[in-house]
């Protein structure tokens, strides 16, 4: 459990279990401990490095808005100062969207792609999710402080003051529009993309996305001989806010991970 100093930025990771290695990227306002059984599950196999993406957890506020492209850098200078190479990265939600930047910006340092519950462009998400963006700044943060969010963060930063500015930084970057199609479909990495079956994000949205990795638009042939290299798995009973608990996603991560080229 350590730092980096990459990008101006004190990006706390931490390291769990031994072999091919995993970065794991959280959700908005959490840290890695999120991921829980999740992430004990993933390191019973491999090197799974969690890292706290900026003004999250461990790591500090940094003088810079909040962005998944400069946390996607941020990342994947990580990656290239533990000399790791081509690496597997999954993220959830915010993490998500910065590991779907990550493959865009820097393919180079990306093996393999698990996106869990984030869409391709940002009317991607419900309107009544885009809706409660709109309203989340420091005011909001300040109204978080009895939940478990919180209670993770307080546990660990090394500023519990700066609470309200992640608040902020969260806020601006969720109301920033983006639609990331044309670079999504052009991604190298295999991909697999995760949703609940009740997530914050349409069906209809999870199928555009897909259908730019070349899923869902023919026949996979008797033989699969036609089946597309990317991955969709939609988990039932679940939602945005407890797919990294269901109990079938760490096989779902570690069959994807390891199905032959």
Known sequence: MTYAEVNGVSLWYEEHGAG????????GFWTVEMFGELLAALAERRRVIGVELQGHGH?????????????????????????????DV????????????????????VRRLVVVSTPVRRTGWFPEVLAGMAQLGPEAAE??????????????????EDWPVL?????????????????????RARTMLVYAD??????????????????????????????????????PGRTHYDITGAPSLPG???????VPD
């Not at 091919?20 to 959700?27: A, C, S």
């Not at 810079?64 to 690496?87: F, N």
């Not at 478990?148 to 500023?159: H, Q």
């Not at 608040?167 to 991604?187: H, M, N, Q, T, V």
């Open 90 to 109: 999954m993220g959830y939600s915010l993490g998500a969207g910065t590991a779907v930047r990550i493959a865009i910006q820097h393919p180079d340092v």
């Open 59 to 87: 790591t500090p506020n940094a003088e810079r808005p909040l962005r998944y492209e400069t946390c996607a850098d941020d990342v994947a200078a990580l990656i290239r100062h533990l000399g790791l190479g081509r690496v």
């Open 198 to 235: 009740a997530d914050s994000i349409p069906p209809a949205h999870i199928a555009e996305f897909y259908a730019l990795l070349g899923g869902g638009l023919r026949d996979a042939d008797w033989d699969a001989s036609k089946r597309v290299a990317s991955r969709l798995a939609i988990i």
């Open 143 to 160: 109204g978080m402080k009895g939940s478990p969010l919180y209670a993770a963060y307080a546990k660990v930063a090394p500023r519990v």
């Open 167 to 187: 608040g902020a930084k969260l806020g601006e970057l969720l109301r920033r529009d983006y639609d990331w199609s044309p670079e999504a479909a052009r991604i």
């Open 252 to 258: 779902l991560v570690e069959d994807f991970l390891t």
């Open 20 to 27: 091919e290695p995993l970065v794991l990227l959280h959700g």
